[in-house]
Nanobody, 124 residues
């Protein structure tokens, strides 16, 4: 049973930083890609960034390029999202997700497993 548990959300002022973590368990994740999504009130869930667990290659949405960095620690089975230069429009619940494929997929329907989410609030 795959489990994903996010942590690290909170309240931060615009221009500040937060680092989210996603602890993964239940199987080995080589051959998997994992991603971060976010959902603001009244909006659809949107893709933020993804990483191939084995090789570590990454991709991210244009809206966060240059500000957010996705990474993982194989030994700890943990994925991270370092968020810098945060803006009020980054306010959302952030979810980590995993899919049993190495091909990139920015659609939430392409992911098999989800965490419970962590709230990020950026004040102006």
């Amino acid at each position: 049973q795959v489990q994903l548990v996010e942590s690290g959300g909170g309240l931060v002022q615009a221009g500040g930083s937060l680092k989210l973590s996603c602890a993964a368990s239940g199987r080995t994740f080589s051959g998997y890609s994992m991603g971060w999504f976010r959902q603001a009130p009244g909006k659809e869930r949107e893709f933020v960034a993804a990483i191939r667990w084995g090789g570590g290659s990454t991709t991210s949405a244009d809206s966060v390029k240059g500000r957010f960095t996705i990474s993982r620690d194989n030994a700890k089975n943990t994925m991270y999202l370092q968020m810098n230069s945060l803006k009020p429009e980054d306010t959302a619940v952030y979810y980590c997700a995993a899919r049993g494929s190495l091909s990139w997929n920015t659609a939430s329907t392409g992911y098999d497993y989800w965490g419970q989410g962590t709230q990020v609030t950026v004040s102006s």
